[in-house]
Structure formats: structure tokens, C-alpha cells
């Protein structure tokens, strides 16, 4: 099954509030962790991304915290935005029991974010 | 410019048909992968492929085949054995462990 899920299905927003997504993650080894955002009738976009050797990334507007004590990962939105609307998921890195030197993605159900103007 | 592309946009299955969905990239990316979405739902890995003449099948393989004969193209078969085909097929690569994943624009396959 998957390791990846998240909190809340979705999230309603009012433009120019911060928000909060959140991901749960069961893998300990996992060493590597990406957010995503996917607009309808698309592929994902890379958002930002956290090496399990650090506990916060800052972006452009965008900051991820990870938490490995809890196994949790969170992505902040400052100043959220009507364009920000879509679903967002965030993905784990396992290298897997055979020590693959890149190992597989798993991404969790996302989050449907709406920002209301 | 640089990117991976997926073919066709739309395609139309007729029961009992094999179908191939393509997949090319430029970036020189070592790994590919073939990811499955439903509606409402995260990403499910179909297969993935580490490096040239190498795959591995992911958590729904039934039904799917890929091959990897060259570092730009994981083309994906969905065979008449793969009950439920309907579905919005993501191709990705990434060049490293610790590397985001770049993603296609999809395949919407419809069985009819």
C-alpha cells in the first residue's frame, strides 16, 4: 500500500492567506522529499524539495518543514493566490530494499487546494 | 528546449486492443517511470526503469508492459489483460536519488 498520505483532502483558502498543507509519511528510510502541485488535465510541477538531512526549505513564497521525529512533512503558501488553485502532493524517496541508487517515487492521494478571491 | 513530452494526448481503446503510450525525454535522464491516476486519486506506479535495458515493475504491473531500449524513450503497452484501463497515464524522469521527478503532460486513455 502507500506510505504517503495526507491529512486533508482539500483546503479552501481566501486570497492572500497563508496555508498549510500537510503529508504523513510511514517510511523511516525515506531520505528524500518532493511537492508537487497539479493543475486539472495536467502533469505535476516540482514545487520545492527537502533532504531528509534538513528540516526546513525556503522557496519563492513556498517553505517545507519536515519533521521526522512524527514522520510528517508540511508546505507552507504564503500570500496564496487565485493561480495557486490545484491539487498538491507530496512524494517520497525509497531506495528500496535492493539499495537502487535512485529508488522509487510514492506520492500520496494530494490535496485540492481553492483559493477564494 | 528540454523536457519530456508524451503521445497521444487523448486515446480511444477498443476492448481487447493492446495500445502503446509514449514517452520521450531529452534531459538525459537515467531513470524513467510510469505512473497511473484515477480520478480523486495520488499517483500509482505502474513500472520503472533505472537505467537502459533495466525495469522494474512497480505496485500495479498486472496487464502493462514497458521497454527501455534507449536512455530517451520508455514507451508503456496497456494489453487487453489490464481489466480497468481507463485512466490518466503520467511519465516522469529524473536524473538522481536526491533530484525531483520531471513529469509529462499525460495520456487520458478511454476505453470504449
Known amino acids: 500500500g502507500e506510505s504517503v498520505g495526507l491529512h486533508l483532502p482539500t483546503l479552501s483558502v481566501q486570497e492572500g492567506d497563508n496555508s498549510i498543507i500537510n503529508c504523513a509519511y510511514s517510511?523511516?528510510?525515506?531520505?528524500?522529499f518532493i511537492w508537487y502541485k497539479q493543475e486539472s488535465g495536467k502533469g505535476p510541477q516540482f514545487i520545492i524539495d527537502i533532504r531528509s538531512n534538513m528540516d526546513k526549505r525556503q522557496g519563492q513564497r513556498v517553505t517545507v518543514l519536515l519533521n521526522k521525529t512524527v514522520k510528517h512533512l508540511s508546505l507552507q503558501i504564503a500570500a496564496t493566490q487565485p493561480g495557486d488553485s490545484a491539487v498538491y502532493f507530496c512524494a517520497e524517496n525509497n531506495r528500496g530494499d535492493r539499495g537502487s541508487t535512485l529508488g522509487r517515487l510514492y506520492f500520496g492521494r494530494g490535496t485540492q487546494l481553492t483559493v477564494w478571491p | 528546449d528540454g523536457g519530456i513530452t508524451q503521445s497521444p494526448k487523448y486515446l480511444f481503446r477498443k476492448e481487447g486492443q493492446n495500445v502503446t503510450l509514449s514517452c520521450e525525454q531529452n534531459?538525459?535522464?537515467?531513470?524513467m517511470y510510469w505512473y497511473r491516476q484515477d480520478p480523486g486519486q495520488g499517483l500509482r506506479l505502474i513500472y520503472y526503469s533505472q537505467i537502459v535495458n533495466d525495469f522494474q515493475k512497480g505496485d500495479i504491473a498486472e496487464g502493462y508492459s514497458v521497454s527501455r531500449e534507449k536512455k530517451e524513450s520508455f514507451p508503456l503497452t496497456v494489453t487487453s489483460a489490464q481489466k480497468n484501463p481507463t485512466a490518466f497515464y503520467l511519465c516522469?524522469?529524473?536524473?538522481?536519488?536526491?533530484?525531483?521527478?520531471?513529469f509529462g503532460q499525460g495520456t487520458r486513455l478511454t476505453v470504449v
Open positions: 534531459l538525459n535522464h537515467d531513470a
Open positions: 516522469a524522469s529524473r536524473k538522481g536519488w536526491n533530484t525531483e521527478a520531471f
Open positions: 517510511n523511516s528510510a525515506s531520505d528524500y
